[in-house]
């Protein structure tokens, strides 16, 4: 009888450390995780000239955005097909710049209690870097993983010398 005890608790230990794993897995990414996210479209010309964040959830919208992202370019290329009951989008736009040098990316998407943080960094030329000397307007366009919590930008400013 002690050894079917013992297996039974046995069993009992596995069967309890599956449904916790189970459990964790179903309950997604812990707070203070990184969220995966994808490059849609970035460049140096928009048609945005104020900086612009801005969190897309559907189709309409994403397109309206596309247009802006794309319209100083000729012919402007049709948005791409993103299946947004599985995917939401995030676009930074930079704002114009009287240089080139500047540039914007989502550099980390993180899952906190109270939502989602994307981490913005711009940079921006530093002493001594030699630039176009051309109006331009930085952005990127990602996507991720669709979520219902809210998210906040939070933006790097990071200027590196060209010396």
Do not use: N
Not at 23 to 39: L, W
Not at 59 to 67: L, M
Not at 95 to 106: C, L, M, N, S, W
């Amino acid at each position: 009888m002690g050894q079917r005890l013992h297996r039974l608790i046995g069993l009992g230990a596995i069967a309890g450390a599956a449904a916790c794993l189970v459990t964790a897995c179903a309950a997604g990414p812990k707070d203070g995780s990184s969220v995966p996210f994808e490059p849609v479209l970035s460049g140096s010309h928009s048609g945005v000239y104020k900086q612009y964040f801005t969190l897309i959830r559907d189709s309409e919208t994403f397109t309206a955005v596309w247009r802006r992202a794309t319209a100083r370019q000729y012919p402007s290329p049709a948005p791409p097909p993103i299946d947004f009951s599985r995917y939401m989008v995030i676009a930074v736009f930079l704002g114009e710049k009287r240089t080139g040098g500047y540039d914007i990316t989502v550099a980390d998407l993180t899952r906190t209690p109270a939502g989602l943080v994307a981490t913005v960094r711009e940079r921006h030329p530093g002493m001594g870097c030699h630039t176009t000397e051309a109006l331009t307007q930085p952005f990127e366009i990602v996507k991720t993983p669709i979520s219902a919590a809210p998210v906040e930008f939070e933006t790097q400013v990071v200027s590196e010398p060209c010396d």
